[in-house]
């Protein structure tokens, strides 16, 4: 649901225009960028109609089997003694529909921000991904893929909340000897109620050579005036503390999230794995995420992927992921957000295979 690939390239144009409020000149450029990402997806259950309920095996077309398919603009202005000012608008798509497809459900419903830096920090305004879910971006080794990876377990407990925060409000720290913090308010927008709505998150990160920590809360409130399809106000407290160790071409990463929903459950999810790039063209991955119920332990589930990715060209990949899930009691982990975000009793076993474009 957000990452834009690490081996995008991005297409630039770059004009000159008069900078009238001194004698000198800006720099300033838009870029078109975007993923296109599809896959088949097969899994022995299928949720039914009914929670719980089993619907058999399925084979399906899912518009994202490890990313999400997307396409954004984004800029830059040098406003000239190290202030600039950027943007972005980014939107999810659906490659096998053609419709908006993932983040929030509308037009822009992944990012849609301006932001001024300079060395003092990034200010940011606008729907944009919180510091919590940026925190646990980091810290799995996965990389959040829409397959067998920490992002199932998150969507799982709170949809979109904290994902796409609306009407937000952040700041970036530079980095100071190592460490690096953020701050963000989301307003709800309920004129006489300063409460509805409202999200604040924070974040700390150290980094020392091949070695990062990081801690991050959340915490969001019901309501708002955010007109959003997908659910992104979801009433609950997030912490999570990770970290992470490089060695050569080896990434090992463990990381703890709890996710307390009001007036329901309260989830502990421990995961860890590594991330191994055999080659330059050639990447493997592998996790595994064991979430329980504080408030009744009965409810647990195991869940675990391995995933390869080989890259035909700077932008084009090919991919294969098999995973497995253990839901016990109450717990419905799913094993994919796209096609199999829920899960039923008992062990399901899945696969995805699917081609990816970056532009």
């Known amino acids: 649901m957000l990452h834009q690939g690490r081996f995008a390239l991005k297409i630039s144009t770059c004009v000159t225009t008069m900078f009238f409020a001194g004698a000198g000149y800006a720099q300033s450029s838009v870029t078109l960028y975007g993923i296109l990402d599809t896959g088949v997806l097969y899994t022995n259950k299928t949720v039914g109609e009914f929670a719980n309920q089993n619907a058999g095996r399925s084979f399906s077309l899912i518009e994202g089997g490890q990313t999400s398919s997307i396409f954004g603009l984004t800029g830059t202005e040098d406003l000239g003694g190290g202030l600039k000012v950027s943007f972005k608008l980014e939107s999810g798509i659906s490659p096998t529909s053609g419709a908006l497809e993932d983040c929030n459900g509308n037009l822009f419903g992944c990012q849609a921000w301006i932001a001024l830096d300079n060395q003092y920090g990034t200010l940011k305004a606008g729907l944009q991904y919180s510091p919590f879910f940026l925190a646990v971006d980091e810290s799995d080794p996965r990389d959040l893929d829409l397959f067998g990876s920490g992002l199932v377990n998150y969507v799982d407990n709170v949809t979109g909340t904290g994902i796409f925060s609306p009407n937000s409000v952040s700041y970036t720290s530079p980095e100071l000897a190592g460490f690096q913090g953020s701050v963000l308010l989301s307003l709800g927008g ?170």
């Open 190 to 359: 309920i004129a006489g109620n300063f409460q509805a709505g409202r999200q604040y998150s924070a974040s700390l990160k150290y980094e020392l050579g091949g070695f990062m920590i990081n801690a991050s809360i959340f915490d969001a409130n019901a309501g708002g005036n955010a007109q959003t399809p997908a659910q992104t106000a979801v009433e609950y407290e997030g912490r999570t503390i990770g970290t992470a160790y490089k060695i050569g071409p080896v990434t090992a990463k463990l990381s703890f999230v709890n996710y307390k929903v009001s007036g329901s459950f309260n989830n502990n999810v421990y995961g860890g794995g590594l991330d191994y790039h055999v080659t330059p063209w050639l990447e493997v991955n592998g996790g595994v995420w064991v979430t329980s119920d504080r408030h009744r332990t009965a409810n647990h589930s195991v869940m675990g992927a391995l995933g390869a990715m080989y890259f035909v060209s700077t932008r084009t990949s090919f991919y294969a992921q098999v995973g497995a899930v253990d839901n016990q009691g109450q717990m419905n982990t799913g094993i994919s957000t796209n096609g199999a975000a829920f899960g039923v009793q008992g062990t399901t076993i899945a696969a995805v295979v699917g081609l990816r474009h970056t532009f």
